[in-house]
């Protein structure tokens, strides 16, 4: 698969001037929708986590005729509710040298200079206001003795910023986005739709103006128009089949929207996250994530000498490692996630890994208990100490935890601007679902952050100053009929094909392939050995998959064959954009690329780029780049020693 390189793109939106004035004088100069107008005005929502529920709440609220769908039977169901460990904010609450600024560039540095300076400016800003909404709807964050709400720290920061609600802090703030989209659906604003799948979308006038989905208990391929369309479908993680994303969640919405035309921005920054429960057998279909708070108490070691298979408690203090304190003295465990992921790669190559075959590091609570009391501790981590118990049957009060790095969130996305517009007009995309806010690498804690900044405060500003020109008028029928053949042609071949492999099975070997040679370390040879690999796995995939069943009612196996075979085109873009970044940043580890000291080496004078794909429907994908520029922050290479 080679590339051709198009014009550059720049962002228009973003207004010039200081940077904390930025997102006020956006404020100001975006067009207004008065209150009658947004009653005659329709916009469609594609998912219901933090981002989509939010977004969807606020615009009924303000007023605007909003359809919501989500493929689950419930919105409280979006993997939003799987964030354990905070949500990030400037608050500051602890007097201990937080700030704006601090966010802003803890958050610049961890993504490792790849990130836009005024997008995570503007997310800084308005953390502050997310915890004061959050708390209104009655999120119940932990609380000190005295009242105030409490903090704990995350990686990449040396302050304690992270709100929490002890693990279930994703689940208490989508319940809240929750019960505000449920006050829109009872007072007619918001139109939900559950179990319907977005399977392509309409284009008409060169706007995006409608979706065309699939009731996934009827079979029925629906058509519904708006004046605009706002994705918030969340990443593609599960391209490598083991992660710790839901089963269903998938790339089907963006990947279908970046082939009618919107670009797809750095499709090769994956987040590994360090602290997952190790993989335990060939017949494991997902894998689970271990709170990155747990790394506040938790203190990450393994034995000094290769080879060492004693118990834990067996191994004297001198004759154990705790590698990330010895290498980051600093920020010793809350290093940020792509340096404690590789320091855990690179102990476990060494032949010092724990548990079985030797993939693990140890999370050792025992000097915390030691500390603060089993208590304490139980009060702050106890349901996710429950939850590891349950699936390994160990006690984490009195061995330690083991953990590995596994395949968790990814920063690529669709290309947006300012405005969070794709390349597409009309079509926004808010969340994990676009690539704009956290560069090569997120800061743990700040996912939450970013999908409730788009979908409470920056989505519902920008999208009226497009909308503020609509209605859009008809749309033309011929337009509906493509997108619905399109749709509907896809469907008749995959239940056409009555082959002898299931998807699963098709997708658990493209993700085996995507790890081994796209995963945490990546090189020319074997990333050029995965884009010889895919296309054969994809033509065999369209010869000889079987799709039971028919398109007409409930069908699994024909849902799960759809989003397998745009894994198959995304995994192709992913090694595409890794091989022709020959750097190393963030989760973008090129072997070629690193330090005498095995860090990420940036090579800023080639690659301070945005990567925006561009699908060329005739020939190899169009690459335009958007040139990064550091006023705030100056580039250097990341050091937490």
């Not at 009655?138 to 992270?162: H, N």
């Not at 008409?204 to 519904?224: F, M, N, P, Q, Y």
Request: hydrophobic fraction near 35%; glycine fraction near 12%.
């Amino acid at each position: 698969m080679n590339y051709t390189t198009g014009a550059p793109i720049r962002d228009t939106k973003a207004p010039d001037g200081p940077i904390e004035d930025r997102w006020d004088q956006r404020r100001f100069s975006a067009k207004l929708v008065n209150p009658a107008n947004k009653r005659k005005l329709n916009v469609i929502v594609v998912g219901t986590g933090l981002a989509g529920g939010s977004a969807a709440a606020t615009l009924g609220e303000l007023g605007y005729k909003v359809k919501s769908f989500c493929y689950q039977d419930s919105p409280r169901r979006a993997h939003s509710i799987a964030a354990q460990g905070g949500i990030n904010a400037a608050k500051n609450y602890r007097g201990d040298g937080d700030s704006i600024h601090r966010l802003f560039y803890d958050t610049v540095k961890g993504g490792d200079f790849r990130a836009r300076e005024s997008n995570v400016y503007r997310l800084a800003q308005v953390s502050v206001n997310i915890i004061d909404q959050a708390v209104a709807q009655g999120v119940p964050f932990a609380r000190e003795y005295g009242g105030l709400l409490d903090t704990r720290s995350f990686g990449g920061a040396q302050v304690s910023r992270t709100f929490y609600a002890r693990g279930q802090t994703g689940q208490q703030l989508l319940l809240g986005a929750y019960q505000a989209l449920e006050r829109q659906i009872a007072a007619g604003t918001v139109e939900m739709h559950t179990r319907h799948e977005m399977l392509d979308l309409v284009i008409s006038g060169g706007r995006a103006r409608g979706v065309i989905v699939r009731d996934l208990v009827t079979g029925e391929i629906e058509t519904h128009l708006a004046d605009a369309v706002v994705l918030a479908t969340g990443g593609y993680g599960n391209v490598f089949f083991l992660s710790t994303n839901a089963k269903g969640c998938n790339t089907t919405a963006i990947w279908r929207a970046h082939r009618r035309g919107a670009y797809f921005g750095n499709p090769c920054y994956t987040q590994i996250h360090p602290t997952c429960i190790p993989v335990s057998g060939e017949y494991q279909s997902k894998l689970t994530l271990m709170s990155e708070s747990l790394r506040n108490d938790g203190r990450v070691w393994v034995p000094v000498q290769a080879g060492d298979t004693r118990a834990p408690g067996d191994i004297p203090e001198a004759e154990r490692d705790y590698y990330l304190e010895r290498i980051y003295p600093a920020f010793g465990n809350l290093v940020p996630r792509d340096i404690a992921s590789r320091a855990a790669k690179n102990v476990c190559d060494e032949g010092r890994g724990v548990g079985p075959g030797g993939l693990g590091v140890y999370l050792d609570f025992a000097d915390a208990i030691a500390r603060l009391g089993k208590d304490a501790v139980e009060k702050k981590y106890g349901n996710l100490f429950e939850m590891y118990e349950r699936i390994t049957g160990e006690d984490p009060y009195t061995r330690p935890m083991r953990i590995y790095p596994a395949v968790h969130y990814t920063m690529g996305g669709l290309w947006v601007d300012y405005d969070l517009q794709s390349t597409i007009p009309g079509m926004f995309v808010i969340g994990e679902a676009n690539f704009s806010d956290h560069g090569a690498n997120r800061l743990g804690a700040s996912a939450l952050m970013q999908g409730l900044a788009d979908g409470y405060f920056v989505l519902p500003t920008t999208i009226g100053d497009y909308l503020a020109a609509g209605p859009f008028g008809e749309v033309a029928q011929e337009d509906v009929d493509e997108a619905v053949g399109q749709v509907t042609g896809k469907i008749g071949r995959l239940l056409a094909v009555g082959g002898t492999r299931t998807a699963d099975s098709y997708h658990r070997e493209l993700g085996k392939l995507m790890w081994d040679h796209c995963g945490m370390e990546r090189t020319e040879e074997g990333l050029r050995k995965a884009l010889e690999r895919i296309p054969e796995l994809r033509e065999e995939f369209w010869n000889n998959v079987k799709v039971p069943g028919e398109g007409e009612g409930l069908n699994q196996a024909l849902e799960r064959a759809g989003r397998v075979a745009d894994f198959f085109d995304l995994a192709e873009l992913m090694c595409l954009d890794a091989l022709h970044r020959t750097e190393s940043c963030g989760g973008h580890f090129r072997a070629e690329s690193q330090t005498e000291e095995g860090e990420a080496l940036r090579d800023d004078e080639h690659f301070a780029y945005v990567a925006a794909w561009e699908h060329n429907p005739d020939g190899d994908p169009v690459l335009h780049k958007e040139e990064l520029q550091y006023e705030y922050v100056k580039m250097s290479q990341r050091s937490y020693k």
